[in-house]
C-alpha cells in the first residue's frame, strides 16, 4: 500500500516575511544586550555627593611625575588609588560624572590622593585621530603648574561635559586651551596647551601607562593597593578607598 501524499505544498517565504522576522531577530538581540549591560553594571546611576563639584581646597595639589602620572591630594595621605583613564572614553566619563565629586571631596578632606595614568589607544576613533593624546598633553600642561583645585576642574570637565563623543569631532589645542584658563590654570599652562609643548611627552607617557596595565587593558581601571575595583557594581568603592 502506497503512503497516502499531502496536498500542501510548501510556499518560499516573502522577502517581507524575511525582513520582518529578521527585525525581530534583532530587537531581541538588542534587548538582550541591553540586559546583560544592565545586569553587568549593577549598582547605581545616582550621582554620589552632587552638588560637590571638583576639588577646591587651595591645599590640595598637583605634580606631574617622570613616568606621566598625574598626582593629586594633600601631603601625607595614607590611602593613594590608581585610576587608568582614555580621555575619549565613554565609561570613563560615566564614572566621573557618577564619583567625581565623591572622589574631589575626599581629596580635599585628605583621606585620598588619585594618581591618574592615561592611555591613548581611542585616538583613532577620535575626529582628528590624535584627540586623546593632546587632551594628555593639555593634562600634563595644567598639572605641572600644581595648581590642585584647578586641575580637577579641568580633568572633571573633560570627562563630563566637555568630553567629546567617539567617532565624531573633537576640541582642537586652542579649545582644551579655553576649557583650562576656564578651570583656571595658569597663563603658563593655557600657552603650554596651545603650543602642545607636552605632545611627545604626553604620548610616550600613555604608552608606558598602557604597558603597565598589561592584560588589564581597558579603561576605566581603578587599582586600590594593587587590586581591580569594579566601579560600576561596588557604589561604595571611593569610600572604601579612603578608609
Given at each position: 500500500?502506497?503512503?497516502?501524499?499531502s496536498k500542501h505544498t510548501p510556499q518560499p517565504v516573502?522577502?517581507?516575511?524575511?525582513?520582518?522576522?529578521?527585525?525581530?531577530?534583532?530587537?531581541?538581540?538588542?534587548?538582550?544586550?541591553?540586559?546583560?549591560?544592565?545586569?553587568?553594571?549593577?549598582?547605581?546611576?545616582?550621582?554620589?555627593?552632587?552638588?560637590?563639584?571638583?576639588?577646591?581646597?587651595?591645599?590640595?595639589?598637583?605634580?606631574?611625575?617622570?613616568?606621566?602620572?598625574?598626582?593629586?591630594?594633600?601631603?601625607?595621605?595614607?590611602?593613594?588609588?590608581?585610576?587608568?583613564?582614555?580621555?575619549?572614553?565613554?565609561?570613563?566619563?560615566?564614572?566621573?560624572?557618577?564619583?567625581?565629586?565623591?572622589?574631589?571631596?575626599?581629596?580635599?578632606?585628605?583621606?585620598?590622593?588619585?594618581?591618574?595614568?592615561?592611555?591613548?589607544?581611542?585616538?583613532?576613533?577620535?575626529?582628528?585621530?590624535?584627540?586623546?593624546?593632546?587632551?594628555?598633553?593639555?593634562?600634563?600642561?595644567?598639572?605641572?603648574?600644581?595648581?590642585?583645585?584647578?586641575?580637577?576642574?579641568?580633568?572633571?570637565?573633560?570627562?563630563?561635559?566637555?568630553?567629546?563623543?567617539?567617532?565624531?569631532?573633537?576640541?582642537?589645542?586652542?579649545?582644551?586651551?579655553?576649557?583650562?584658563?576656564?578651570?583656571?590654570?595658569?597663563?603658563?599652562?593655557?600657552?603650554?596647551?596651545?603650543?602642545?609643548?607636552?605632545?611627545?611627552?604626553?604620548?610616550?607617557?600613555?604608552?608606558?601607562?598602557?604597558?603597565?596595565?598589561?592584560?588589564?587593558?581597558?579603561?576605566?581601571?581603578?587599582?586600590?593597593?594593587?587590586?581591580?575595583?569594579?566601579?560600576?557594581?561596588?557604589?561604595?568603592?571611593?569610600?572604601?578607598?579612603?578608609?
Amino acid at each position: 500500500m502506497s503512503k497516502p501524499t499531502s496536498k500542501h505544498t510548501p510556499q518560499p517565504v516573502s522577502s517581507k516575511t524575511t525582513y520582518a522576522l529578521g527585525a525581530v531577530a534583532v530587537a531581541v538581540l538588542l534587548l538582550i544586550v541591553f540586559a546583560v549591560y544592565q545586569w553587568n553594571r549593577g549598582g547605581s546611576d545616582e550621582v554620589r555627593n552632587d552638588g560637590y563639584g571638583s576639588s577646591h581646597d587651595p591645599a590640595v595639589s598637583v605634580a606631574l611625575d617622570s613616568d606621566g602620572a598625574i598626582v593629586i591630594g594633600k601631603p601625607n595621605v595614607a590611602k593613594t588609588i590608581d585610576v587608568y583613564e582614555d580621555p575619549l572614553c565613554p565609561a570613563c566619563g560615566l564614572m566621573e560624572k557618577t564619583y567625581g565629586q565623591e572622589i574631589a571631596q575626599q581629596v580635599d578632606q585628605g583621606k585620598l590622593t588619585v594618581r591618574y595614568r592615561m592611555v591613548n589607544f581611542l585616538d583613532r576613533s577620535s575626529g582628528s585621530k590624535d584627540y586623546s593624546t593632546r587632551a594628555i598633553a593639555a593634562n600634563e600642561c595644567v598639572a605641572q603648574a600644581g595648581d590642585g583645585p584647578a586641575y580637577s576642574k579641568f580633568h572633571a570637565l573633560l570627562f563630563t561635559t566637555k568630553q567629546p563623543s567617539e567617532g565624531g569631532s573633537d576640541h582642537d589645542n586652542k579649545e582644551l586651551a579655553a576649557i583650562a584658563k576656564e578651570s583656571g590654570a595658569s597663563d603658563d599652562a593655557v600657552t603650554c596647551i596651545t603650543k602642545a609643548d607636552r605632545l611627545d611627552p604626553a604620548r610616550n607617557h600613555a604608552e608606558a601607562a598602557l604597558k603597565s596595565l598589561g592584560d588589564r587593558a581597558a579603561t576605566p581601571t581603578v587599582l586600590i593597593d594593587g587590586k581591580k575595583v569594579d566601579v560600576f557594581k561596588d557604589t561604595d568603592w571611593v569610600l572604601n578607598a579612603s578608609k
